[in-house]
C-alpha cells in the first residue's frame, strides 16, 4: 500500500465534499420545484451518495490512524437495532 501525502486526502475529500454538497443543492431544488426535473438532474442524484461515501473514506484514510481504536469504532457503521441492546 502507498502512502500518500495529507495533502492529497485533503483534495480528494475537499472535492467529494464540494460535489456532495453541490448535487444535494441541486437535489434540493429540484424537489422545491426551483428547477424543472430533467433527464440530467435525475443521473446526478445518486453521485451524492457515492461522493459522501468517498468523502468519510478520505477521512478516516487520513485522521483514523491517529484516532486510534475510537477513530476506527466512530468510523465503522452502526450496528441493526435488532443485534445491539442500549441496556
Given at each position: 500500500m502507498s502512502h500518500h501525502s495529507p495533502?492529497?486526502?485533503h483534495r480528494i475529500g475537499a472535492v467529494?465534499?464540494?460535489?456532495?454538497?453541490a448535487i444535494l443543492l441541486v437535489n434540493a431544488a429540484k424537489r422545491a420545484e426551483v428547477?424543472?426535473?430533467?433527464?440530467?438532474?435525475q443521473l446526478v442524484a445518486p453521485l451524492a451518495q457515492i461522493?459522501?461515501?468517498a468523502?468519510?473514506?478520505?477521512?478516516?484514510l487520513a485522521y483514523g490512524r491517529r484516532a486510534g481504536t475510537f477513530g476506527?469504532?466512530?468510523?465503522?457503521?452502526?450496528?441493526?437495532?435488532?443485534?445491539?441492546?442500549t441496556r
Amino acid at each position: 500500500m502507498s502512502h500518500h501525502s495529507p495533502a492529497t486526502f485533503h483534495r480528494i475529500g475537499a472535492v467529494a465534499g464540494g460535489g456532495t454538497a453541490a448535487i444535494l443543492l441541486v437535489n434540493a431544488a429540484k424537489r422545491a420545484e426551483v428547477i424543472p426535473t430533467t433527464a440530467v438532474t435525475q443521473l446526478v442524484a445518486p453521485l451524492a451518495q457515492i461522493l459522501a461515501l468517498a468523502l468519510i473514506t478520505v477521512l478516516y484514510l487520513a485522521y483514523g490512524r491517529r484516532a486510534g481504536t475510537f477513530g476506527l469504532v466512530g468510523s465503522s457503521p452502526s450496528c441493526p437495532t435488532t443485534r445491539c441492546s442500549t441496556r
